[in-house]
């Protein structure tokens, strides 16, 4: 089974995207998706 990393979004903190994960991430995983709770896109950061 694949492991997946969960972003949050930076502005209401809803965790609404999953991803799979990469064997060499040593850093944090940022990008900039779509929010449908702001109804913007927005910086969504990966959670622990």
């Known amino acids: 089974m694949a492991k997946k990393i ?4 930076s502005k209401c ?7 799979p994960a990469k064997a ?3 850093t944090r995983l ?3 998706k779509f929010c449908a709770h702001c ?3 927005t910086v969504h950061k ?3």
């Open 13 to 19: 903190a809803s965790r609404n995207y999953a991803v």
């Open 39 to 41: 109804n913007e896109h």
């Open 24 to 26: 060499d991430s040593s």
């Open 6 to 9: 969960v972003l949050s979004c």
């Open 46 to 48: 990966q959670t622990k």
């Open 30 to 32: 940022e990008l900039k």
